[in-house]
Structure formats: C-alpha cells, structure tokens
C-alpha cells in the first residue's frame, strides 16, 4: 500500500500483515462509476467523502499507470502537471523513475487506454531524490497522448507554507497493482516539514498518486502533493508537498544540503 511493487518493498517485508492501511473506506473503481453514485456534496459521513463525479471523471484524465517491464514488472501511478503553457511535465516518484531507469523499457497507460514508451534519454528530466522523492519527465507536444490528458494546476498556497494544510480534505487517483483507476478520499492528518501523513486508502502500484484538494468546482482542481509510501506504524500513509519542486525553480534551496541533492537531465533531440 503506498508502496512501488519492486523498488520498495523491502521497507515492509518486516511488517506482518500489514499489507492494507483503510482508515478511509470509499474507494471507486472510476471506469464502473455511475453519475448517481457520487453524490456532490461536502458532507462526510464517517471518513467517507462524496467528491463530485465530474471532478474525478475530469481528474482522471490527468492520471496515468506506469508499467516498468522487468521479471517481475514494476507498477506505479504518474500524474500530469503544468508549471507554465511552456512547462508541461509527468510527475511520479524519485523511487519510481530514477537515474538508474534511464535505459529501461517504461510505458504509460491513461485514462482511454492510450499508451506511449516512455523514452527517457530526448526529454528534459529533474530527479529530486529523498526526502523530496519526486522525478518531472517532460512532456512535449510531439507526444501522441497529448491531446488526451489534461495537466493538473498546483495549489498557489503552497509557497506560503504548509501548516495551513493540517486537516484538509483531500482525494487520490491511483492504479493500484496495475489495474484501473480508482479513487479514495481522506484528510491530511499531520505536517511533518515537507512531508505531511495521510489517512487515504491506497494499495501497491499507488506511489507518484497526486493528492488532490477536495473541489465541487469541476474547473479548479489543485495538486497539494504527492502519495509517495505507507507508514505501517503510524497506520498511515506519507506524502511530499509538491511546492518543494517550486523551492528549487525559485532557487530557494540550498545547494550544500544533502537532503536535497538536485540532478537535472537536458539532452536534446532534433524536435
């Protein structure tokens, strides 16, 4: 849960029966969802939240799986989101996709079963690697799911600061263990620095989920973070506030931290 299949299990093969965390129940499979089945409303019953049909059904469509081929083959979730009209990139986790996948064989799959090969070695990429744990691929218009997917805005707030966020409603897209998409809902529990916890279910295959600020405007759906892996001793789940990537576009991180260890990759191509 929360957990890349391959790349990070061996942070829960110690952990019995521990392999689900639901501290929220709803979860929908998206492609059998009816409209009369998501209510719009704020309401929460339980830990339970109705998040309109029409905000996931959109929010979908900025959500890809990730298949890396390998025996066996590794299953994640990657997200679309644009830093400017000039600045469009696939999101997921560091864990995911590193340096070290650079010549390995990586598709996505989105929402209409469209998929592309992932050719890592023409595209501009940034790796931030722990605690960051998030890598930008991106995206050119050349690509032929361009014209399919929709990119994500970030929440503007999240340069202010992050305590702000503590008890927000928020909601996932995932394709846990390579299978459709689906979608929990849930609070952000605690903030810990750039890392905040959560109490969404997720399962194996959701690292690099967006989590999603809970809307009813079909027009204004706002990334917060990032799902990046369980905490089984807390019993829940761990995420990175995606305004950490902005820290680095805006020059704000230091240089000599280790922590944040910056690679970025630029090779061009004759596009």
Same mark, same amino acid.
């Given at each position: 849960?929360?957990?890349?299949?391959?790349?990070?299990?061996?942070?829960?093969?110690?952990?019995?029966?521990?392999?689900?965390?639901?501290?929220?129940?709803?979860?929908?499979?998206?492609?059998?969802?009816?409209?009369?089945?998501?209510?719009?409303?704020?309401?929460?019953?339980?830990?339970?939240?109705?998040?309109?049909?029409?905000?996931?059904?959109?929010?979908?469509?900025?959500?890809?799986?990730?298949?890396?081929?390998?025996?066996?083959?590794?299953?994640?979730?990657?997200?679309?989101?644009?830093?400017?009209?000039?600045?469009?990139?696939?999101?997921?986790?560091?864990?995911?996709?590193?340096?070290?996948?650079?010549?390995?064989?990586?598709?996505?799959?989105?929402?209409?079963? #469209?998929?592309?090969?992932? &050719?890592?070695?023409?595209?501009?990429?940034? /790796?931030?690697?722990?605690? @960051? *744990? +998030?890598?930008?691929?991106?995206?050119?218009?050349?690509?032929?799911?361009?014209?399919?997917?929709?990119?994500?805005?970030?929440?503007?707030?999240?340069?202010?600061?992050?305590?702000?966020?503590?008890?927000?409603?928020?909601?996932?897209?995932?394709?846990?263990?390579?299978?459709?998409?689906?979608?929990?809902?849930?609070?952000?529990?605690?903030?810990?620095?750039?890392?905040?916890?959560?109490?969404?279910?997720?399962?194996?295959?959701?690292?690099?989920?967006?989590?999603?600020?809970?809307?009813?405007?079909?027009?204004?759906?706002?990334?917060?973070?990032?799902?990046?892996?369980?905490?089984?001793?807390?019993?829940?789940?761990?995420?990175?506030?995606?305004?950490?990537?902005? #820290?680095?576009?805006?020059? &704000?991180?230091?240089?000599?931290?280790?922590? /944040?260890?910056?690679?970025? @990759? *630029? +090779?061009?191509?004759?596009?």
């Amino acid at each position: 849960m929360g957990i890349c299949e391959s790349k990070q299990e061996n942070k829960a093969q110690n952990i019995p029966n521990k392999q689900n965390i639901q501290n929220t129940k709803k979860v929908e499979n998206i492609q059998n969802m009816q409209k009369n089945q998501v209510r719009d409303s704020e309401k929460i019953v339980g830990k339970n939240l109705a998040v309109s049909f029409g905000v996931i059904n959109k929010a979908s469509k900025a959500i890809c799986k990730i298949t890396i081929r390998g025996n066996p083959n590794t299953y994640a979730t990657g997200f679309f989101m644009k830093i400017s009209d000039t600045k469009k990139y696939l999101i997921t986790n560091y864990h995911v996709i590193s340096e070290n996948d650079m010549y390995k064989d990586i598709e996505i799959e989105i929402h209409n079963q #469209k998929t592309m090969k992932l &050719n890592l070695n023409n595209r501009k990429i940034k /790796y931030f690697p722990q605690p @960051i *744990d +998030i890598t930008m691929i991106e995206i050119k218009t050349s690509d032929e799911i361009y014209n399919d997917i929709l990119f994500l805005d970030y929440d503007l707030n999240c340069l202010k600061g992050y305590e702000e966020y503590k008890d927000s409603i928020v909601f996932i897209i995932e394709h846990p263990n390579g299978d459709s998409a689906e979608y929990a809902c849930g609070k952000i529990v605690n903030v810990n620095g750039n890392e905040f916890d959560h109490d969404i279910s997720t399962e194996k295959g959701a690292s690099g989920s967006p989590i999603i600020l809970y809307t009813k405007n079909i027009n204004r759906i706002q990334v917060i973070g990032i799902h990046k892996e369980a905490n089984y001793i807390k019993n829940l789940n761990i995420g990175t506030f995606i305004g950490e990537i902005f #820290k680095k576009e805006n020059n &704000n991180v230091p240089k000599n931290n280790n922590n /944040y260890i910056i690679a970025e @990759i *630029d +090779i061009k191509d004759d596009d």
